[in-house]
Nanobody, 120 residues
Framework: QVQLVETGGGVVQTGGSLRLSCAAS????????MGWFRRAPGKERELVSA????????YYADSVKGRFTIARDNAKNTMYLQMNSLKPEDTAVYYC?????????????WGQGTQVTVSS
């Protein structure tokens, strides 16, 4: 069983930065396809960024391209989301998620979420 624990959320002013961490246990992050999702109040959950286990290729939603960077540290078994130039519309609960399969889009494991609030 994979367990994911997010940390690093908080309150930041517009233009500021935060780094979210997702510590994994039960499996190595290098063996998992992983992603960051977010859910803003009144909106559906959206995929913000993802990293593929096989070649570490990455995906970013258009809304965060050029501002967010996903990475993983295999030695620490942790995935990160570096968020720069934050905007009020980035305010949401951020979740990390993981899926072992390369062939199904559904994520099997989820963290508890961490709140990010960007004040204007």
């Amino acid at each position: 069983q994979v367990q994911l624990v997010e940390t690093g959320g908080g309150v930041v002013q517009t233009g500021g930065s935060l780094r979210l961490s997702c510590a994994a246990s039960g499996r190595t992050v290098s063996s998992l396809n992983m992603g960051w999702f977010r859910r803003a109040p009144g909106k559906e959950r959206e995929l913000v960024s993802a990293i593929r286990r096989t070649d570490s290729s990455t995906y970013y939603a258009d809304s965060v391209k050029g501002r967010f960077t996903i990475a993983r540290d295999n030695a620490k078994n942790t995935m990160y989301l570096q968020m720069n130039s934050l905007k009020p519309e980035d305010t949401a609960v951020y979740y990390c998620a993981a899926r072992p399969s390369d062939f199904t889009p559904q994520y099997d494991y989820w963290g508890q979420g961490t709140q990010v609030t960007v004040s204007s």
